[in-house]
């Protein structure tokens, strides 16, 4: 094992994970925190633990980040990457506080831009689209609002760390190793990144870094692999496309499927924030209904929403019913998992597009999922994948919600078309 990452979520670990595959590195990512990590770190070079700790407490998530450090040889392993959201959602500073304590470390460099999908940063602040990130839509997260945009003060608000944007041509203070520092380094384009990479090696500050999936390109190229990847391989040509991001931009690349020819359906709001769903009639009669399009359809699109104004249904929903919004986004999931796991087995599919990592989360806990294969990048945000359980194998293209153009679904399409589906 060359390398461990620590990620938040799973499309974004799936989306970092495949960085590593692209350059025929093996890559694994899991869910599960007891995984046995030291039988599969003689066959992997690169292993993507998802602690799915966004929407938890603060406090939860650092102990987390580092437990999971706790079970690996420090000693053996040359990197360790912290994996944060490219829009900084979640418990950022607290995590970052776990990783640095779970390595017993004072220093880490952090490069939050990704240039390629659109995330660039300069003096500190983080832009998405040439957009200040406080003036766009994840401003509006359902669970995580940012409303900063200068990234020392998002981690400040967290953290008790010191983050300073540094020049990554300054030299690193050696008294500043005495006290916990993070240095956050500014990206506008490739070429700054791989510079910082490049600076980051020669400093040998490379072992510890913080970042996303654009840098996570950058530390292929200091990684040397003696395994393979896998290959990509279809059994099936039907496609399910289950899209359970509220995100604007997914909802207007549903869209765009619609408008291409995807047949496509929406479940009921008020049906699938139950926690009864799966005992209800209405459960019974949505299964059979969508058996039944899928029947019909080889390219069918199913929605938890249909509607831009879901968010503000959700928020009257909590307040009217008392419950928080991360117990009915857990609803939705966890419904939602469960009729499409449903539908896999009783329909054999073996080929899924999901859309949004809650909803993926859901889908993968019900088939009994242990990990997944990140096989390939469609597009920046956009990876094939393979998910493995006890009794199931199945190909799977994901999307983090706020990731990609209107017209995404035609890049899938022509990956699906050059695979003959």
């Known amino acids: 094992m060359k390398l461990v990452i620590i990620a938040d979520d799973l499309t974004g670990a799936l989306d970092t994970g495949v960085q590593f595959s692209k350059k025929n590195m093996s890559a694994i990512v899991t869910t599960d925190l007891n995984f046995n990590f030291e039988e599969i770190s003689k066959e992997t070079d690169v292993i993507v633990i998802d602690t799915e700790s966004r929407h938890i407490p603060a406090d939860e998530a650092k102990e987390r980040v580092k437990s999971v450090l706790s079970k690996f040889d420090k000693e053996k392993i040359k990197f360790f990457y912290k994996k944060t959201d490219s829009t900084l959602r979640g418990n950022i500073g607290s995590e970052i506080e776990g990783f640095m304590e779970g390595l017993n470390i004072n220093e880490v460099s952090f490069i939050p831009a990704f240039p390629l999908g659109k995330r660039t940063v300069k003096d500190g602040i983080l832009y998405v689209d040439n957009i200040k990130l406080a003036e766009t839509q994840f401003a509006m997260d359902i669970l995580n609002p940012v409303t900063e945009s200068f990234i020392p003060d998002i981690i400040n608000k967290q953290s008790e760390i010191k983050a300073k944007v540094k020049d990554i041509n300054e030299d690193f203070d050696p ?41 996570a390109e950058v530390l292929t190229h200091y990684i040397k692999s003696d395994t393979k990847k896998e290959d990509i391989i279809f059994h099936d040509d039907r496609i399910l496309f289950v899209c359970g991001s509220v995100n604007i931009t997914s909802l207007k690349q549903c869209k765009y499927a619609e408008k291409i020819g995807y047949c496509s359906d929406s479940l009921k709001f ?60 857990s609803n939705i999931a966890n419904s939602t998992g469960q009729l499409v796991s449903d539908l896999i087995r009783e329909h054999e599919i073996k080929n899924l597009i999901i859309f949004g990592g809650d909803t993926l989360m859901g889908i993968l806990k019900n088939i009994g999922c242990q990990y997944v294969i990140p096989i390939s990048e469609i597009f920046p945000g956009v990876v094939f994948t393979r998910a493995v359980g006890k009794n199931t194998v199945i190909n799977v293209i994901t999307k983090a919600g706020g990731f990609g153009e209107e017209s995404i679904i035609e890049r899938i399409n022509e990956f699906l078309e050059k695979h003959n589906i």
Do not use: C, P, W
């Open 270 to 329: 008020s049906n699938i924030i139950s926690e009864d769903y799966k005992s209800s009639d209405n459960y019974i009669t949505d299964k059979e209904y969508l058996k039944e399009k899928i029947n019909n359809n080889k390219k069918f699109l199913l929605r938890t929403s249909d509607s831009e104004d879901v968010i503000k249904k959700a928020i009257e929903y909590t307040e009217k019913n008392s419950i928080s919004m991360e117990e009915l986004t």
């Open 175 to 215: 008294q500043d190793e005495k006290e916990k520092h993070i240095y956050i380094f500014d990206s506008e384009n490739m070429e700054d990144m791989k510079n910082i990479g490049k600076v980051l090696y020669n400093k040998n500050k490379l072992n510890y870094t913080i970042g996303n999936a654009g840098f």
